[in-house]
Each structure stands twice: as C-alpha cells, then as structure tokens.
C-alpha cells in the first residue's frame, strides 16, 4: 500500500499553512486557497517536514 506525500501549503495573500496531500493540492488548484479564495499555483507548495510528514 502505497501513502501519499504531505505537502504544506502557504498561501501568498492570507498566508495561512495548510497540510495536505496530493488530491487536495489539486483541488487548490483548480478552485484556490480554503481560507480567502485567492488564485494558487503550483510554486506555493513544499513537502513538509517534521511530524506530520514521518511514517
């Protein structure tokens, strides 16, 4: 069984941080940040580190 990434969003207007995985990134996307709407592009994401990323 394979586990998708943890990614962490940061978005550039709200600058909220938001942990997610592969399917949710491209919902973001496609319709923009959760928190204010603003456009997202595909630079404003990293893999996470620490816990939230550990197997």
Request: negative net charge; aromatic residues 8%; glycine residues 10%.
């Amino acid at each position: 069984m394979g586990s998708s990434a943890v990614l962490q969003f940061a978005c550039p207007d709200c600058e909220e941080t938001i942990y997610l995985d592969d399917g949710m990134r491209e919902l973001l996307c496609e319709f923009g940040c959760i928190v204010c709407g603003a456009g997202v592009d595909e630079r404003d994401f990293v893999l996470a580190s620490g816990p939230a990323n550990s197997a």
